[in-house]
């Protein structure tokens, strides 16, 4: 990234850290609650909105006068955006499910489709748990940028919070989106799309009665929601399309993974599981993994190999940019043949 990208970055990041901490301390709330107001007033610059005491409204006044839209790329808004996040889950401690997922991360997804989808000029993306929005923005961008594809977006966030964030975010960077606030699980009616990805949010989906219909569902007691939103999300995938997920490096070794199997035979071809990088999680039960998963029909088929294996370090370039090359023919002679 240049040295002029890297000034804009902590510009906005300034812009967006001081108007919350204004708000934050006017207002006696969390970070997180003030960022949302700045995200949604910074563009429009519309101080009043805040009710704010006239001091401080005069204070949010200047700094927004800093901001001018035009002089920011997305990717660049992005990344402050990830930045302020990133400060509200250390000042608020917020829980663990407004993590972010690491733009190495997203890098590499974003690669991964690319890779597949490079000679198509119109590409389809859903997230089904799409959090903050920052994945799926991130892939947006870099999609938009490595194979200048025509995009259409859609994104499901269940949480109040979050989905401000994300859709504020959205706004900011001009990506147009379809953005549903409802609980994935009751069966959004979210669009067909070419490409579901998502960081799956892992653990027990609290309410049974909502699993019916699904056949990844428990046959006892509660549900994993990243098996039922991966049901859900290939479910609104065309023929042929593909899944991109973030998932537990252990998820085919849990009691559970039996009725996710059986429902992936003949609806889905399991085409690759990388794990990422064990150096990213604080242990081994923690580990995440890419899992690639294609759609039935449209010409598809299992590839010839399915492409396992687990990623070098992201520090370690030389080795990494190699296990790319690897994925690069794999796409090439197994998967796209």
């Known amino acids: 990234m240049s040295i002029l990208a890297e000034e804009q970055i ?3 990041f300034n812009v967006l850290n001081q108007s919350s901490e204004i708000i934050q301390k006017s ?3 969390s970070y997180l ?3 949302i107001e700045v995200l949604d007033t910074v563009q429009s610059g519309d101080v009043q909105a805040l009710n704010l005491a006239k001091a401080d409204t005069t204070a949010v006044s200047e700094i927004y006068a800093t901001f001018n839209r035009d002089d920011y790329d997305s ?3 992005r990344k402050a955006i990830q930045m ?3 400060k509200a889950i250390k000042v608020d401690k917020i829980q663990a499910n407004y993590q972010i997922t690491p733009d190495t991360i997203a890098n590499v997804v974003g690669y991964l489709i690319a890779g597949i989808f490079n000679e198509h000029h119109q590409l389809s993306l859903l997230d089904p748990a799409m959090g903050t929005g920052n994945l799926l923005t991130a892939v947006a961008n870099q999609l938009s940028d490595s194979i200048g594809v025509k995009l259409s977006v859609s994104g499901i966030e269940n949480d109040d919070a979050m989905f401000e964030l994300a859709a504020s975010s959205f706004e900011l960077q001009h990506i147009h989106a379809e953005l549903f606030h409802e609980d994935t699980i009751q069966n959004v009616l979210a669009p067909m799309v070419d490409v579901a990805l998502s960081d799956l949010p892992v653990g027990y989906y609290p309410i049974d009665a909502n699993t019916k219909g699904y ?5 006892t007691g509660h549900s994993y929601v990243h098996h039922l939103m991966i049901e859900f999300a290939m479910n609104h995938v065309n023929k042929g399309g593909f899944g991109f997920f973030l998932v537990p490096s252990q998820i085919f070794k849990t009691s559970e993974a039996k009725q996710l199997l059986k429902w992936m035979q003949g609806h889905v071809y399991l085409q690759g599981l990388l794990n990422l990088p064990t150096e990213l999680f ?3 039960a923690s580990q995440k993994a890419i899992m690639i998963l294609q759609n039935t029909g449209g010409g598809a088929k299992q590839a010839k ?3 396992l294996g687990e990623f070098p370090s992201f520090k370690d370039q030389t080795a990494f940019q190699k296990f790319l090359t690897e994925i690069d023919d794999w796409q090439r002679n197994d998967l796209l043949q």
């Not at 056949?215 to 046959?219: D, E, H, K």
């Open 84 to 86: 302020a996040v990133l």
């Open 305 to 307: 190999q399915i492409m």
């Open 10 to 12: 902590e510009r906005f």
């Open 215 to 219: 056949n990844t569902r428990s046959t």
């Open 27 to 29: 207002k006696d709330q």
């Open 75 to 77: 990717e660049v808004l």
């Open 33 to 35: 609650d003030s960022l």
């Open 282 to 284: 604080s242990n081994k």
